[in-house]
């Protein structure tokens, strides 16, 4: 059974960089049928997916327009764990965070999310 | 992107009786290529990470009970509780994978009447 523990900041002031990490047990971050995504929900925006990392003989990134120009997804295979640094907060960025897993034998759908991390960027 | 659209907004059903909630997309979201629609449904409840219900559309992911069903295919999708329990009352999200972005439906919320 795959767990996911998120770690990070949960308070933020506006311009600030906001950085979590994801821990993985029980599967690999360079699994050659898994992807690993960051995924945020607002009452304002909903859920909204912000990008993805994986590897297929190299590592791969896809990010979501609206944010590409400030995010950026890593990985680190010694951990086994993978991050996301989102450049520049505002207050429209108050969320709750969660990192997702994508798997092929659930039809390639995210089927397992972590805990969540509500991240408050205010002043 | 592909915009998901859930209706109803809410749901309220007594125990034991059938909730079905509907999400349409704004483009296809049949693979031609396997022919799934990569159209998944999730149960949220508060405090709680999403939990993965249904993928491709109308497989149930395991451990699922099997008063959870989907169906659908293209653009238009539903989800049905053939009998609902106190255990279901949640907000349920419709989801695209078949392209990027990956994007949510706006959520039904199923209550007890």
């Known amino acids: 059974q795959v767990q996911m523990q998120q770690s990070g900041p949960g308070l933020l002031k506006p311009s600030q960089t906001l950085s979590l990490t994801c821990a993985i047990s029980?599967?690999?971050?360079?699994?050659?049928?898994?992807?690993w995504n960051w995924i945020r929900q607002s009452p304002s925006r909903g859920l909204e997916w912000l990008g993805r990392?994986?590897?297929?003989?190299?590592?791969?990134?896809d990010y979501a327009v609206s944010v590409r120009s400030r995010i950026s997804i890593n990985s680190d295979t010694f951990k086994n764990q993978f991050s996301l640094q989102l450049n520049s907060m505002t207050p429209e960025d108050t969320a709750v965070y969660y990192c997702?897993?994508?798997?092929?034998?659930?039809?390639?759908?995210?089927?397992?999310w972590g805990q969540g991390t509500l991240v408050t960027v205010s002043s | 992107d592909i915009v998901m659209t859930q209706s109803p907004d809410s749901l309220a059903v007594s125990l034991g009786e059938r909730a079905t909630m509907n999400c349409k997309s704004s483009?296809?979201?049949?693979?031609?290529?396997?022919?799934?629609?990569?159209l998944a449904w999730y149960q949220q409840k508060p405090g709680q990470p999403p939990k993965l219900l249904i993928y491709?559309?109308?497989t149930r992911e395991s451990g699922v009970p099997d008063r959870f069903s989907g169906s659908g295919s293209e653009t238009d999708f539903s989800l049905t509780i053939s009998s609902l329990q106190a255990e279901d009352v949640a907000v349920y999200y419709c989801?695209?994978?078949?392209?990027?972005?990956?994007?949510f439906g706006q959520g039904t919320t199923v209550e007890i009447k």
């Open positions: 997702t897993r994508v798997r092929g034998g659930s039809g390639w759908a995210i089927d397992f």
């Open positions: 483009q296809s979201v049949l693979n031609t290529s396997n022919n799934k629609n990569y």
């Open positions: 990392t994986y590897y297929r003989s190299r590592w791969y990134n």
């Open positions: 029980g599967d690999s971050v360079s699994s050659n049928s898994a992807t």
């Open positions: 989801h695209q994978y078949t392209s990027i972005p990956w994007t």
């Open positions: 491709w559309a109308s």
